[in-house]
Each structure stands twice: as C-alpha cells, then as structure tokens.
C-alpha cells in the first residue's frame, strides 16, 4: 500500500522559564492512503504536539522541530517556507481541533466560514463557493443547510458544531485528515453519530485519517491501525486486533486493563504512579517507575524495537530473549 504520510525521528521541544520541555522524543510512524491511524495515550504524551509538528504549527518560540523529517507524499514538510506550508494546509492536509466550542468564530456566519478557505485555495467564485459549502452541510449530516448556513455558531449545538468543523476541514478535499480528540466534548451518543460520520466520509472521499484520542472505545470502532504513546515516544504499533488482543507493553497492557468492560467483574486497575518529567526525561524506558515488571536495565537503557509481525513492533526490555529467562526465573522461584 501507498504511504501517504511517514514520520522519522521527529522530535518537539518547548524552551520555558523553568527549563525545556523534551515534548516529543523520536517518533516514528507512517499512514497509507485510505487508512486510519488511531494514536492513542494519556493526556500529556505528545500526542496533540506531534498533530500539530505535521502541520508545522508548532509556536516558535517557544517550541521548535529539533530533529527528524515529515515526509507527504515523499515531500519533506519540515523543511518547506510558512507561504508553502500554507498552500498545503487545508488543501492537501486538514485538521479538526479539539474544542468545536472555540474552533469556530462566533462573529461570522456558518457559511461564511465554510467558504472561505475554498475560496483562499481553489479561487473559485461565490456561486460554486456556496453550492460545494452546501454539499459539505448535507455530507456531514446538517439539516435544512440553506437556512443554517446563514445562522452563527451560537446557533448550533455542541455535535452541530463538531459536524461544521469536520466540513471545513474537508470542504478543499485533503488527501490526510488529522483529528486531534474530536469527540471529547461531546456526550456519548453524538460521540457515536460523528464516529459513524467518520466511517461514511473515508468511504465516500478515501481520506486518510489519522485519529488523535486517549478514548479507546473510539479506537476500538474506527482505526485500522494504533500506535500507543508515553513520554513523547511510540511505544506500540499494531493493527486494532493486535492492540486490543495481543497487547505487549506493560503500558499498553494497563491501559486496556484501565476500561470498563460489560464482560468482567470486580474493580478496574487503575495505572499507579505519574508520567516522568519531560524537562529530564529518563535515560532508559520512561513506564520503569510505573511498571510491575520493571528490571534494572529498563532504568539505564531505552530498549530497542522488536518486530513481532510486519504490523506489531513494540519498544520493550520484556521482548529480549535473556530477560524473558530472567523473568521466568523469577516467576518461578516466586511460587
């Protein structure tokens, strides 16, 4: 398959007054073209930093790409001039922020702000400006378009507001669309209703997504593939049935243990202890202080990949052949 996007060694720093921020640490990852890429992880982990590198918004300063290349379509994005990234954002590649509460501009029509960056890119007039505005409206599900497109953003609810969001990302029909926690906000039903939505746009336009979210209930409906992150790195890659039934970092492994489930009883285990401080980031595999098989040289030395299938790598210590005989033993002299 196509690669669409690929990820190499990139990594985010923030300079602040109290030291800098070791916000993404060499992550690597790829998407192909019609796939959707889930990458998932607590709230701090780099995730929504590593979105917006890819989209070269990152504030400078005070962050700044250090290291590492973001290939589209084989085109380095970190290398390119602001006057040519913007000629990509939005037509090739989109996003949906966070907040559909903030996202949009309180004191400009629905229409007015669906049209604009089509306008801006394609140079196309206002007649077929508004006519693809309301074929977007009716895409993403908005009843009686031609009247809310005159309506302002006070006017629609919180699900409303994210199905907008989702038509002015894709009213220039990008190649990638990068979602950065697009149903946080909203209640469990409309979370179900803009999931579905996702499903209907990838079929009907073939964009490639790729899903920024620490819900893996969203995960579990929509992605093809999940990378699992901690501490500004990927720790796991695998398609959604190797995440979800062969997980092998222990991270991973409590963050499944962590959600509910119809299908079992008693207490949820929860993941105990805090992520490590990204001004001086830990020297060997960030979980040590949280992992209940922690070894010694999980402390000192980040492990290597291992590839467990063309598919599923993971970056742990557990994975080496002597500290599986070590753990073993272990285990063992424990009964």
Request: proline letters at 6%; aromatic letters at 4%.
């Amino acid at each position: 398959m196509e690669k669409i996007l690929e990820v190499q060694d990139l990594h985010v720093r923030f300079t602040t007054y109290g030291g800098t921020v070791q916000a993404v640490r060499g992550v690597d990852f790829h998407i192909h073209k019609g796939e959707t890429l889930a990458i998932v992880g607590e709230s701090g982990c780099g995730k929504s930093v590593t979105s917006n590198a890819i989209m070269r918004l990152i504030p400078n300063p005070p962050g700044k790409i250090t290291k590492g290349k973001v290939l589209f379509k084989g085109q380095d994005l970190t290398k390119l001039t602001e006057k040519k990234m913007r000629s990509i954002r939005g037509v090739d590649i989109s996003m949906i922020f966070q907040d559909p509460m903030t996202a949009l501009n309180p004191t400009l029509t629905i229409g007015t702000q669906l049209v604009e960056g089509l306008k801006q890119h394609r140079k196309v007039s206002d007649s077929i400006a508004m006519k693809k505005a309301l074929e977007m409206m009716q895409l993403v599900g908005i009843p009686n378009p031609e009247e809310r497109m005159k309506q302002y953003p006070h006017q629609f609810s919180g699900g409303m507001r994210q199905r907008i969001v989702i038509a002015i990302a894709l009213i220039c029909e990008p190649e990638l669309l990068i979602a950065d926690e697009p149903t946080t906000a909203l209640d469990v039903t409309i979370q179900a209703q803009i999931l579905e939505l996702f499903e209907k746009i990838q079929e009907v336009t073939g964009v490639s997504i790729i899903l920024i979210t620490h819900d893996l209930g969203v995960v579990a409906k929509i992605a093809d593939r999940i990378a699992v992150m901690y501490a500004g790195k990927i720790i796991e890659t695998g398609t959604k049935r190797e995440i979800f039934y062969q997980p092998q970092h222990p991270y991973t492994q409590g963050l499944l243990n962590s959600v509910p489930r119809l299908d079992t009883k008693g207490k949820l285990q929860p993941i105990n202890g805090t992520p490590p401080d990204l001004f001086s980031p830990p020297l060997g595999c960030p979980f040590t202080s949280r992992c209940p098989l922690a070894m010694e040289v999980c402390n000192k030395v980040y492990p290597d990949s291992t590839r467990l299938s063309d598919s599923h790598a993971v970056d742990c210590w557990l994975q080496d052949e002597r500290a599986k005989k070590l753990l073993a033993t272990m285990v063992t002299n424990k009964r």
